[in-house]
């Protein structure tokens, strides 16, 4: 089981950046996948964005493809989400979740990850 540790959340205006982090008790040699989520109040827990930690490959929901970039420090088994022009909507509780690779066609599918961390507050305000 990995051990996920999120930091980073915080209160922003519209239009603002900002960084989350996502600390994991492991990688292995042939990577993980690594996905970020978040979950609104009354609403699901939606995908987000993912990266083989092995390949570096990326992925990314439609919404926030283009404001969004997912990467990773290897050396810290860290990954990183950067989030720039935030908009109101992007509210939620962000959360890294973790599985083995490769993440393909269900990367946005929390009941494909097994492993969670305890969730880092994002509120963006008009």
């Known amino acids: 089981q990995v051990q996920l540790v999120e930091s980073g959340g915080d209160s922003v205006q519209a239009g603002g950046s900002l960084r989350i982090s996502c600390a994991a008790s492991?990688?292995?040699?042939?990577?993980?996948?690594m996905g970020w989520f978040r979950q609104a109040p009354g609403k699901g827990r939606e995908g987000v964005a993912a990266?083989?930690?092995?390949?570096?490959?990326?992925f990314y929901a439609g919404s926030v493809k283009g404001r969004f970039t997912i990467s990773q420090d290897t050396p810290k088994s860290t990954v990183y989400l950067q989030m720039n022009s935030l908009k109101p909507e992007d509210t939620a509780m962000y959360y890294c979740?973790?599985?083995?690779?490769?993440?393909?066609?269900?990367?946005?599918?929390?009941?494909?990850?097994?492993?969670w961390g305890q969730g880092t507050q994002v509120t963006v305000s008009a």
């Open positions: 990266i083989n930690t092995g390949s570096g490959y990326t």
């Open positions: 979740a973790a599985r083995g690779p490769p993440c393909g066609g269900t990367w946005d599918l929390p009941q494909y990850f097994p492993d």
């Open positions: 492991e990688y292995s040699a042939s990577g993980i996948c």
